[in-house]
């Protein structure tokens, strides 16, 4: 595999580089929306990378929600005024956020370790214990445009401190701990702001928030992570990879 330093970036694989190349392109207007992506062959020549690389990065800019492959016609640059957040798959904002290019600032509102309440042990399937609560705010550009409250067994996540926090909650259960995070359930709603959200977040004229639930587990199905997620409606757009599959 080709391993490039990029200035800026550290270093990146080249389909990486292919892919960051062309977001860059796209996100200032030097590739713009509504029109499609040179061909795969252009892409090979320009960029100097065999087909499979130049794919990697063209799905990458599909997973992502940038662009629309259109048989036939090549792929389509969407318009991406709003920032994506991937539905699928397992991902920590810190990952997310090398993708974003923005000014990203992650704001601890809570941290502390406490006894199960009675509410959250259905969610977490536990009957007693310690859990961590987490609540951070998510600024975007100068905008607090996302409250993250997540509720972590403690009796399988030991020894977290608010710097993880404040860094990445799975980097520390990863590498640290050597757990393997596997998948998650979510579900999204659209629901009416409550007072304290409309105090934490930049709410400009909006009543509504777009809640994201997510119940985390590791590789051996252990329920870890119980999260609620409220975003800001018009900063963001949820993406996602489907597959047809016939019933």
């Known amino acids: 595999m080709c391993i490039l330093y990029i200035k800026?970036?550290?270093?990146?694989?080249?389909?990486?580089?292919?892919?960051?190349?062309?977001?860059?392109?796209?996100k200032h207007k030097e590739i713009k929306s509504g029109s499609y992506l040179p061909s795969e062959n252009e892409l090979m020549k320009q960029y100097d990378a065999s087909r499979d690389t130049v794919r990697k990065a063209l799905n990458l800019l599909l997973q992502n929600g940038y662009i629309q492959k259109n048989k036939?016609?090549?792929?389509?640059?969407?318009?991406?005024?709003?920032?994506?957040?991937?539905?699928?798959?397992?991902?920590?904002?810190?990952?997310?956020?090398?993708?974003?290019?923005?000014d990203v600032e992650t704001i601890i509102q809570m941290f502390e370790e406490k006894d199960i309440p009675d509410d959250l042990k259905e969610e977490l399937y536990m009957n007693e214990g310690r859990i961590y609560h987490i609540e951070r705010v998510r600024k975007i550009d100068g905008d607090?445009?996302?409250?993250?409250?997540?509720?972590?067994?403690?009796?399988?996540?030991?020894?977290?401190?608010?710097?993880?926090?404040q860094n990445s909650l799975y980097e520390y259960i990863e590498k640290e701990l050597g757990l393997k995070i596997s998948f998650a359930r979510k579900e999204i709603t659209v629901v009416k702001a409550n007072q304290r959200e409309k105090e934490l977040l930049d709410m400009k004229d909006y009543d509504l928030v777009v809640c994201v639930k997510s119940y985390t587990y590791l590789e051996d199905a252990t329920l870890f992570q119980y999260t609620i997620a409220k975003h800001r409606p018009d900063k963001f757009r949820f993406v996602d990879f489907a597959r047809r599959t016939e019933l």
Request: net charge positive.
């Open 144 to 165: 607090k445009v996302i409250l993250d409250t997540d509720f972590i067994n403690g009796n399988i996540i030991q020894g977290l401190k608010k710097e993880h926090a």
């Open 72 to 102: 036939g016609k090549g792929s389509l640059v969407l318009d991406v005024d709003r920032i994506a957040f991937p539905v699928s798959g397992v991902t920590s904002f810190k990952e997310l956020q090398k993708t974003m290019h923005t």
């Open 8 to 26: 800026g970036c550290g270093y990146m694989s080249k389909y990486q580089m292919i892919y960051q190349n062309l977001l860059n392109k796209i």
